[in-house]
């Protein structure tokens, strides 16, 4: 699971560049979120896709 989250985060990451703020980036948040749940079930908040980019953000060189 921590590389899934991992791999997750990375790739909001990539996608939002360094601002996470931005208003695209609130939408695409939204939009994982509905997507991710609709296809693996609970899990993919807005928060916890958040966290998940946090968590990649704090260990960019693990893997």
Known sequence: MIEAYWNVGKQIYETQGENEHAEYGKGLLKFLSEKLTAEFG?????????????????????K
């Not at 916890?48 to 693990?62: D, E, I, S, T, V």
């Open 42 to 62: 609970k899990g993919y908040t807005v928060t916890n896709l958040k966290y998940m980019r946090q968590f990649y953000n704090a260990f960019k060189g693990w």
